[in-house]
């Protein structure tokens, strides 16, 4: 059997599968076998972020190593005495006095004093952000970061690569020993308490960040679920679309970019983490066996900060599944580029409908996110948007409003509203001075108010139900040939212009209440 970690004691994905493949079957070596105990170690102080995060980084090999080696027992047939467990590792930091902070951040900072902590899971993935928001902290607060050992357990399942199942090489009449000696993800902790802004079943420290280890690790293992990419790709800057037809043309947009060898552009991956690298043709990998869900494509810069695209398919449900999950790699922006109904007279198939307001009409944040919660227009991504429009369309000033409005977009979660009584919707329509209408866009933006990860709308008029002209097949293949390309020219332009700004400028305070976590 070959070792769980390689000669340097580092944890890696090709290793941790040994232990997937152990045999489950044969004579038991030993009913109640002596297994090393947990991971243990006294808490460090580090007054060096990158110290700290090396160190948060050794502490969680050291679980997940550890978990890896007693699974594969496990599985040879040994069985513990007790519960095998290792926990995540954590970090936190005391304040003792109110501090003097440059009012115009947003994050990065701790607003009073006391004792504030986080759980932290794969320290690889968010290598550079918590570098970043640690390094702030000290700089904000010249008080020293401690790291140890939490008493938060890593669930047995999040221990293993995210394209790993532990339970499916586990055999029927064997579940539950599993479930005796291992710990298992906890649903009652994994919940969005701190980033809805309610009061916490644990009262005691401060939160550090919006998420928990084991909420993240949930969401980790969701995404490859949905998306078909492992998390490791996901770029900072997202879009989201509801059309196969987009996908169609980032994915030869992208392709271009890596054949031409695009200064910026490191790698294209696909559905089935195939890789195209920067200077190639042709991607190495395998497709899945089955089209995920919801394809996400990224096109990989450095440090996380290339775009990544995902077809959500069409609905409010969709919408908020990805972005729940999407929302744990903190990125700095999500836009959504669809198609929507146009409900006023003079707009055209084709034009352009760049969301200020959103009439939430889809319901699926009703219980996380009022619908009296207003959601902001926000204005960085509102002139990066409009400027994109006018510089793909060369349209100047003014004139970019004859193939543009501005103004408040309605979702709904009834793809077949059409079918309702039109004075009502009408009504709602007129009161709330509503241009358009969609499935996707109030959920995707809401999603992000919530999240505190700036968000934008631009959508295209591909139909005007009040008016006559419904969305029949002949008329929409000849409408997204004509259009589609230019539409993703101004997303991609839109998010260049935004990752031109700094972060702290992307991230402003009109996300963020009077009582906030440090990390952004």
């Not at 006095?97 to 440059?102: K, V």
Request: charged content about 20%; glycine content about 6%.
């Amino acid at each position: 059997m070959p070792p769980i970690a390689d000669v340097q004691g580092r944890w890696t994905p090709a290793r941790r599968l040994v232990a997937l493949r152990a045999p489950v079957h044969g004579p038991v070596m030993d009913q109640k076998a002596t297994f090393p105990d947990s991971p243990s170690a006294e808490p460090a102080f580090f007054d060096n972020a990158e110290a700290a995060v090396t160190r948060l980084q050794e502490l969680y090999e050291g679980s997940v190593t550890h978990l890896a080696e007693v699974f594969r027992r496990f599985m040879r047939g040994e069985r513990p005495s007790g519960r095998l467990r290792a926990t995540y590792p954590y970090v936190a930091v005391t304040i003792p006095t109110f501090p003097a902070i440059d009012p115009r951040l947003s994050y990065g900072f701790l607003g009073q004093p006391g004792r504030y902590s986080t759980t932290i899971t794969r320290p690889d993935i968010f290598r550079s952000y918590l570098d970043q928001q640690l390094g702030m902290i000290l700089a904000n607060h010249k008080a020293p970061l401690e790291v140890g050992y939490s008493k938060t357990p890593i669930p047995v399942h999040f221990a293993f690569p995210v394209d790993a199942h532990a339970e499916g090489a586990v055999a029927a009449d064997f579940d539950i020993w599993l479930k005796d000696a291992f710990d298992v993800p906890d649903l009652s902790v994994v919940d969005d308490a701190i980033v809805n802004s309610t009061p916490r079943k644990h009262v005691g420290e401060e939160p550090l960040a919006y998420f928990t280890a084991q909420r993240t690790d949930y969401s980790l293992q969701r995404l490859a679920h949905y998306t078909g990419t492992l998390p490791e790709h996901f770029q900072n800057f997202v879009l989201f679309t509801n059309y196969q037809f987009y996908i169609d043309a980032f994915i030869q947009h992208a392709k271009k970019l890596m054949a031409d060898r695009a200064p910026g552009y490191e790698a294209f991956v696909e559905p089935g983490n195939i890789i195209t690298l920067s200077g190639q043709l042709q991607g190495k990998g395998a497709p899945p066996p089955r089209q995920p869900q919801m394809s996400a494509y990224h096109l990989k810069a450095p440090d996380h900060s290339g775009i990544t695209m995902v077809n959500i398919g069409v609905g409010p449900s969709n919408a908020k599944t990805i972005t729940d999950h999407i929302a744990v790699l903190r990125p700095h922006a999500w836009l959504m580029l669809g198609h929507c109904a146009g409900l006023r007279g003079s707009q055209r198939l084709g034009d352009y409908v760049l969301a200020h307001a959103y009439v939430r009409e889809d319901h699926v944040l009703d219980a996380d996110l009022p619908v009296w919660v207003p959601i902001p227009a926000l204005a960085e991504v509102q002139v990066a948007l409009e400027e994109a429009v006018a510089d793909i369309t060369q349209l100047p000033g003014y004139e970019v409003k004859t193939v543009m409005r501005t103004g408040t977009i309605v979702t709904i979660d009834n793809r077949n509203w059409e079918l309702r009584d039109q004075a009502e919707l009408v009504e709602k329509f007129s009161q709330s001075r509503a241009i358009a209408l969609d499935m996707e866009s109030a959920t995707i933006a809401a999603n992000g108010y919530r999240f505190r990860v700036p968000y934008g709308t631009l959508l295209c008029v591909s139909d005007k139900p009040l008016h006559g002209e419904l969305k029949l097949p002949g008329m929409a293949s000849a409408f997204y040939k004509k259009q589609v390309n230019q539409h993703l020219a101004i997303g991609l332009r839109a998010l260049e212009k935004l990752r031109a700004l700094k972060p702290a400028q992307l991230h402003s305070r009109k996300l963020r209440s009077f009582s906030e976590v440090a990390f952004q």
